[in-house]
């Protein structure tokens, strides 16, 4: 089998900081990323954590755990450590412009069964721009109004 990838940029129109923050909030994806059932934080040390996530699309059901390496405002790094896959790794980057913040997500995996590979990997690409779209939604829901960078950066 061969490693699905995909990578999304998409301008949020927030601050850095504050879409940084709704992506390292793993305990709250049950609430508002399409697939996420369950989450948890299983230990955390300053700025790295493990977690915990169940997902279920359909009649399929899995939990993995995964290394979360936070480097706030800039960057999210995540790294498999146990569950269905071969491989997985996702990185999101988040950049100032003028705009609010740029964000790009990397995403690669391979399972290590054949039957959820063809079917998860059939359905990948819609799915990730369905999960883009949902943090973006999240952070609506958090911080309303969209502002760009330069207005969050002004002092009050």
């Known amino acids: 089998m061969a490693l699905i990838a995909h990578r999304e940029t998409k ?3 927030y601050a850095p900081a504050q879409v940084f923050d709704v992506v390292a909030d793993v305990q709250r ?3 508002f990323l399409p697939w996420c059932v369950g989450a948890r934080v299983t230990s955390r ?3 790295v954590f493990d977690a915990e996530v169940l997902v279920g699309f359909r009649f399929v059901r899995e939990r993995y755990s995964s290394r979360v390496k936070l480097a706030r405002p800039d960057a999210i790094d995540v790294t498999y450590t146990s569950g269905p896959f071969r491989h997985l ?3 999101w980057r988040f950049k100032a412009v003028p705009e609010g913040c740029q ?9 290590r069964s054949p039957m959820l590979q063809r079917l998860i990997g059939a359905l990948f690409h819609e799915a ?9 939604s999240r952070a609506r829901q ?3 109004a969209p502002v760009t960078a330069a207005a969050a950066a002004k002092p009050a």
């Open 11 to 13: 301008l949020f129109p």
């Open 29 to 31: 994806y049950p609430e």
């Open 45 to 47: 040390d300053r700025d």
């Open 89 to 91: 790794v996702n990185n």
């Open 103 to 111: 964000v790009d997500f990397f995403i690669e995996f391979e399972f």
């Open 128 to 136: 990730v721009r369905k999960m883009v779209a949902a943090f973006e």
């Open 142 to 144: 958090l911080y309303g």
